[in-house]
């Protein structure tokens, strides 16, 4: 006699059969890093080309005209920190939140754990990421700033990075399937989301009193720390990468078990 009961626990997420489809995760990744760049004229480049221009119009319009101060560091690499880690994530977002339906045919002929795709194009961006991170070096050359131990410390917060875009990335992945007007709201959420992130400007900025909403942006302490890790200009802010951490966690776990309860319908909506 069989007994069916309800799963646990971890069970319902079947982490097991993530780590049985990993090489399928990899082709897949690079797979969305080949289709991105095919029969583009600068190729790779667009990786670097993005966080570098938007630097520039940021060190003319806030650094230059609006004077905004930054701590100590040059606004260029400042803005750049912040860029680096946020272009990363608002462009794994985009993409991941709109993989399961970008990939319909697939999905409807064989099995596999969908989960897979909306973390193939999170994989995807990571080889953005590091290609951006090769101007963040010549920048810092430039600059004069020296690395110190701190530097150990960044990929820790890639990590935590990556973790939160692949929440917030298979959460609106799985609704983009029922709901197709999700992929026109993921833009303007990612624009909100730029201006509520200290990206064009320092934490400091703002008053001590209303620090604490924007340290409910699970980015704010991201993006903080990146800056620390790469300046060395100040000590680590463990409070607000705890607050950070906490709610890229419940996020992830929360999009996971969703995630797993829709799968099960998407071959037949999607």
Do not use: C
Not at 8 to 19: I, N, Q, S, V, Y
Not at 145 to 167: C, E
């Amino acid at each position: 006699m069989v007994v069916i009961e309800p799963t646990k626990g971890w069970a319902p997420l079947k982490l097991r059969d993530l780590w049985s489809y990993r090489e399928l995760l990899y082709f897949l990744a690079w797979r969305d890093v080949k289709v991105r760049y095919k029969q583009t004229l600068l190729g790779a480049a667009w990786a670097i080309l993005q966080p570098v221009l938007t630097m520039i119009v940021f060190t003319l319009l806030f650094g230059q005209l609006a004077g905004i101060k930054t701590e100590g560091i040059p606004y260029p690499i400042f803005a750049y920190g912040g860029l680096l880690i946020w272009t990363f994530f608002s462009n794994s977002v985009t993409n991941s939140g709109n993989s399961l339906v970008g990939s319909s045919n697939l999905i409807t002929k064989i099995y596999f754990p969908r989960m897979i795709i909306p973390a193939a194009a999170i994989g995807a961006g990571l080889v953005d990421f590091f290609l951006a991170f090769l101007i963040q070096i010549v920048l810092m050359i430039y600059y004069g700033v020296r690395v110190t131990w701190a530097i150990t410390m960044l990929p820790v917060l890639v990590i935590m990075a990556t973790l939160l875009a692949l929440g917030v990335g298979m959460w609106l992945s799985a609704l983009n399937v029922k709901y197709r007007d999700i992929r026109y709201a993921i833009p303007f959420l990612i624009q909100l989301w730029m201006f509520a992130s200290p990206i064009i400007y320092p934490v400091s900025m703002l008053p001590a009193k209303w620090q604490w909403i924007l340290a409910l942006n699970p980015l704010t302490g991201i993006i903080q720390n990146v800056r620390i890790s790469l300046f060395g200009n100040q000590p680590f802010q463990w409070k607000s990468l705890g607050i950070s951490f906490v709610i890229t966690i419940v996020v992830l776990l929360y999009s996971a078990f969703s995630f797993r309860r829709m799968e099960r319908h998407f071959a037949d909506i999607v």
